[in-house]
């Protein structure tokens, strides 16, 4: 952007909803940014009328949505995964990405939020404690969207499929079956029999409605030249035990690195059950400690600063820091009527960091 800065000015945003962005004058912009509902028409017009000008979004998107979450539920404070919420000045994913990847003198655009974070409850208020707009959410674990944004600005294979297939209650009952995939073509199969293939349109996605029956349901995504991509959803069977994944069994031993610790609640088979919301405690030994614990619930009242939280959708996790001697720590993670889990994270020593 500095190279392109012409006057040296500060670059100009077009506010929120502003529909006519010619109304600003483009003689002393060195680019003009367009935020959320700026779209189409009014991104075609001010082109139009300014064709060497840089423009890009500095806030698009604003689609809500929870982790694990497949219908609107006010009361709870949770909102679909599907990508279809959003408040009225945003976009869908979809929609925003579209317009935009169909214009290449716009410079891209940057999706509020990457992670869901406190204040701002959107759609709802109390209980709500913080934001739905999220990629991710605030452990880090990724939405649905995270998948779409995947699948079109990587460049890498992607296949995701969702929701997940427990639904015990609705045996019967319609459910909506969505990829998010850069394959040409997905079939869907339906505990073995195909639901049908549909064809992958650029920048969007393919969805399917089939009556729920406890088993499996399966993703074939086809691209000419490459091999099958595969996504699966099965039907878990009760919470067993709990999985801890380190992010980093290394750390160093300066009193201030951490290790992200994910504990995932399991059935017997070794399947995240993805509506687990067993009460994990995290129990620490040898050169480190516990120093809080999250699980990504935009509802959640829990303390972060704890030693047990329960899981959100099959998922919570505990940040474990070291000390400032060298050694292991040892993470146990336990729950009632679950089969409990450890970890050992390593802490090396470290030079201290340079201090005035």
Same mark, same amino acid.
């Given at each position: 952007m500095s190279r392109m800065n012409r006057t040296g000015a500060s670059p100009s945003i077009a506010p929120t909803d502003l529909h006519d962005p010619s109304l600003y004058s483009n003689r002393e912009l060195s680019w003009l940014e367009f935020n959320q509902r700026v779209l189409d028409q009014a991104l075609d017009d001010y082109h139009r009328q300014h064709p060497t000008q840089p423009t890009m979004g500095t806030e698009v998107a604003s689609t809500v949505s929870t982790r694990g979450i497949y219908a609107n539920d006010e009361a709870r404070g949770y909102v679909s995964a599907y990508d279809r919420n959003f408040p009225p000045w945003a976009s869908t994913a979809e929609e925003w990405w579209s317009i935009y990847a169909a214009r290449p003198w716009v410079a891209g655009g940057f999706v509020w939020t990457g992670f869901d974070y406190r204040g701002e409850p959107t759609p709802y208020n109390w209980p709500c404690i913080s934001s739905h707009f999220g990629i991710i959410d605030m452990c880090g674990f990724p939405k649905d969207l995270f998948y779409y944004y995947q699948a079109w600005w990587s460049g890498t294979p992607v296949l995701h499929l969702f929701p997940h297939w427990n639904w015990n209650g609705k045996e019967g009952q319609d459910v909506e079956v969505w990829c998010f995939t850069n394959a040409d073509r997905v079939e869907l199969i339906v505990n073995g029999t195909s639901a049908g293939e549909q064809e992958v349109k650029a920048n969007s996605h393919v969805a399917w409605k089939v009556p729920y029956v406890a088993g499996a349901i399966e993703a074939r995504g086809r691209k000419a030249g490459q091999p099958e991509l595969v996504d699966r959803r099965e039907t878990? +069977? /009760?919470? #067993?035990? @709990?999985?801890?994944?380190?992010?980093? &069994?290394?750390?160093?031993?300066? $009193?201030? !690195?951490?290790?992200? =610790?994910? &504990? %995932? @609640?399991?059935?017997? %088979? +070794?399947? =995240? =059950?993805?509506? /687990? &919301? !067993?009460?994990?405690?995290?129990? @620490?030994?040898? &050169?480190?400690? =516990? @120093? $809080?614990?999250?699980? $990504?619930?935009?509802?959640?009242?829990?303390?972060?600063? #704890?030693s047990r939280r329960k899981a959100f959708n099959g998922l919570c996790m505990a940040l474990v820091q070291s000390q400032k001697t060298p050694g292991e720590i040892r993470v146990e993670a336990s729950a009632p009527g679950l089969a409990s889990a450890t970890a050992t994270l390593a802490t090396a020593a470290t030079p201290p960091r340079p201090t005035l």
């Open positions: 878990t +069977g /009760a919470p #067993a035990r @709990i999985v801890l994944v380190p992010d980093r &069994a290394r750390i160093s031993a300066d $009193g201030e !690195d951490l290790s992200v =610790v994910v &504990a %995932q @609640i399991v059935d017997s %088979q +070794g399947r =995240v =059950v993805p509506t /687990a &919301a !067993d009460d994990v405690t995290f129990t @620490i030994s040898g &050169a480190g400690r =516990v @120093i $809080g614990v999250g699980n $990504g619930d935009p509802s959640s009242h829990e303390p972060d600063r #704890a």
